[in-house]
């Protein structure tokens, strides 16, 4: 039985989806506005001369969340998707020529061995409380039963950045800037993230790496299906401009002028930038104009490379020499780092159809600063060709002479993309950037403080970034409005 509210999404990014697909089940009539020509926002793909290539997330990490979702709307996972385990899950480069695989036996090493029990711990006593309700429900899970874990609690309030707990773990400098690199996962710099972000590392050792049959962008897709299944119906090219309250409910107006009602609304828009674009002055937070670091912009290469590269895996990591400069870089002189540190995930090594034969669809990605103002962002309309040169000289430096060469094919994503494409403030990938001990406290809320009928999901908001932790953003909201 349809009830009778109408509920508008803003933005078709994998919060709004999980929030559109579970609310629509739930019996209420959901509109999805879109600005873009298809579902998915920042998990998106390209395709141009035989090369297809995820632009977003390449790596699927917490299967069990998506096995969940399509649990709680009544699917078989199974068939709408395929997911493909990655083992060994990583390959890392260092300068020095050195190089490790992120494999069973590397797990089995007794420091990193030592630190996953201690990060089992901190997922333990937080994931549950943290990642599966509101914030401010956290405490309701300090329910008796689980008491036994409470004396995992101290490990989430260590004081330590996590570069400090990998100083403590690792004798070896390599393996400190490993377990680093996992706060890059949420935009963040391992010298101001707190040491409990080692549960990242863990959350990878545990529920695995993975890929998904046909490239990624199935998730959004298939999410997309389940909705339009459910009821919600889609209004691609559509971007929202102004939202108004109006005593109950709202008041949307669109680009083209057009003025739509609804009783509810989530918005998917990042949060940061949709304060200041949707919502008229006494409603909003303020939160663009906060001294609090951002997190981090990506600039991004889709090459068409000729040749396959026996010496790469489907997902690779290559090293800068000096990761303190880098990240100072990053967060404090706001300039793209060189040397960077350069991921290359390559899926075409796992499924060759996403290439033409006897080539290789390599997505590269670098850690940028997001830009505050349109001028520092416009910079990025000059600077992708020589930024992009600098990253290929760069990896040619770790054994792939004459790469410049074999690249066939070539397309930027910068965080000028970013921004404009999807609506992300400054080009951040993930709003603010999770720096300090208390910053999962301190990220913006699932509900407005001041509209109860305002939800906002995705990866700027609680609880945090990343395709798993959107996606339970939007499953959250969506059990708070059903209830
Ligand atoms: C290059 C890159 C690599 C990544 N790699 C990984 C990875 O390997 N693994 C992982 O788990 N995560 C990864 N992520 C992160 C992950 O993609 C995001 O956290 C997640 O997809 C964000 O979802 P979201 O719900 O925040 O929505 P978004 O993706 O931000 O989508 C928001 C949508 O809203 C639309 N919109 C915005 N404003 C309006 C408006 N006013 N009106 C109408 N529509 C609007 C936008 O067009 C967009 O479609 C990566 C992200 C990027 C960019």
């Known amino acids: 039985m349809r009830s009778g509210r109408q509920v508008a999404v803003i933005g078709a990014g994998l919060g709004g989806l999980s929030a559109a697909a579970l609310l629509a089940r739930g019996g209420l009539q959901v509109t999805v506005f879109e600005k873009g020509c298809r ?161 990242i590392p863990y959350v990878q050792r545990q529920f695995g790496s993975w890929y998904v049959k046909g490239g990624l962008y199935r998730i959004a897709d298939a999410l997309a299906q389940i909705c339009r299944e459910e009821g919600a119906r889609f209004e691609f090219g559509t971007e929202i401009f102004r939202v108004q309250p109006n005593g109950r409910g709202f008041t949307l107006a669109t680009a083209g002028g057009t003025v739509l009602g609804c009783d ?107 830009f505050r103002g349109p001028d520092q962002g416009k910079r990025w309309e000059r600077a992708s060709e020589t930024y992009g040169n600098l990253i290929l000289r760069r990896l040619s430096a770790f054994g792939f002479d004459g790469l410049e060469n074999r690249v066939v094919d070539r397309h930027y994503l910068s965080p000028l993309d970013f921004a404009r494409r999807f609506n992300a403030f400054g080009g951040s990938l993930y709003g603010f950037a999770s720096h300090g001990l208390f910053s999962a406290f301190r990220r913006p809320p699932l509900q407005s403080r001041r509209l109860p009928n305002l939800w906002f999901v995705g990866g700027s908001t609680h609880p945090g970034g990343g395709i798993p932790l959107s996606l339970l953003s939007g499953r959250i909201v969506a059990e708070e409005v059903l209830r």
């Open 264 to 370: 509810l609304v989530i918005c998917n828009q990042d949060v940061l930038s949709a304060d200041a674009q949707l919502f008229p002055p006494p409603f909003r937070t303020g939160y663009a104009s906060q001294r609090r670091d951002l997190a981090v912009s990506g600039f991004a290469m889709l090459l068409g490379v000729r040749g396959n590269h026996p010496g790469l895996l489907h997902h690779n990591v290559f090293f800068s020499d000096d990761y303190e400069t880098e990240f100072r870089q990053i967060f404090d002189q706001r300039t793209p780092p060189a040397p960077p540190t350069i991921y290359v995930a390559i899926d075409s090594k796992t499924e060759p159809e996403r290439a033409p034969a006897g080539h290789e669809n390599w997505f590269v990605l670098v850690n940028v600063p997001a």
């Open 39 to 199: 579902a998915g926002g920042k998990m998106n793909v390209f395709a141009a001369n035989g090369f297809t290539w995820d632009t977003g997330p390449s790596l699927v990490t917490m299967p069990h969340v998506l096995r969940g979702l399509w649990r709680k709307l009544g699917r078989d996972f199974d068939r709408d998707l395929q997911l493909i385990r990655l083992e060994p899950s990583c390959r890392y480069f260092w300068p020095d020529q050195h190089r490790v695989d992120e494999d069973e036996a590397f797990w089995q090493r007794p420091d990193l061995t030592r630190l996953l029990r201690h990060a089992a711990g901190i997922y333990d006593v937080s994931a549950e409380a943290f990642l599966e309700h509101r914030l401010e429900d956290w405490w309701k899970q300090l329910h008796w039963k689980n008491l036994p874990k409470l004396r995992h609690l101290p490990k989430v309030a260590d004081r330590r950045t996590l570069a400090q707990l990998a100083a403590d773990y690792f004798a070896d400098k390599r393996l400190r800037q490993y377990l680093g690199r996992f706060a890059t996962y949420n935009g963040s710099s391992p010298y101001r993230a707190p040491a409990a972000f080692s549960i």
